[in-house]
């Protein structure tokens, strides 16, 4: 799991910049992983945050990019 920073991004119907960070929850006990987007389409900008619980052999961390992936911007 890599932190990233990218700009220029390509969306369906726009582009954008997102940054990628890990955090551990207020209880110290639950840590995750989230993206958050900033994207630009033809009728306005939006964002996007996406985050999962981070568990050892975390299968959600592969939904956390499909579902940046399949953003369509408008």
Same mark, same amino acid.
């Given at each position: 799991?890599? =932190?990233?920073?990218?700009? +220029?991004m390509?969306?369906? &119907?726009g $582009? ?8 551990? *929850?207020r209880? +110290? %006990?639950?840590r ?6 900033y994207?630009? &389409? $033809?009728?306005g ?5 996406? *985050? $999962?619980? %981070?568990?050892? &052999?975390n299968?959600? =961390?592969?939904l956390? =990019?499909? *579902?940046?992936?399949?953003y369509? *911007?408008?």
């Amino acid at each position: 799991m890599k =932190e990233f920073s990218r700009t +220029g991004m390509r969306f369906a &119907g726009g $582009t954008g910049s997102c940054v990628s960070d890990t955090y551990t *929850a207020r209880d +110290g %006990i639950h840590r995750y992983r989230e993206i958050a987007c900033y994207v630009e &389409g $033809t009728h306005g900008g939006s964002v996007l945050v996406v *985050a $999962t619980p %981070i568990q050892s &052999g975390n299968p959600g =961390e592969s939904l956390v =990019e499909q *579902a940046v992936d399949s953003y369509v *911007a408008e």
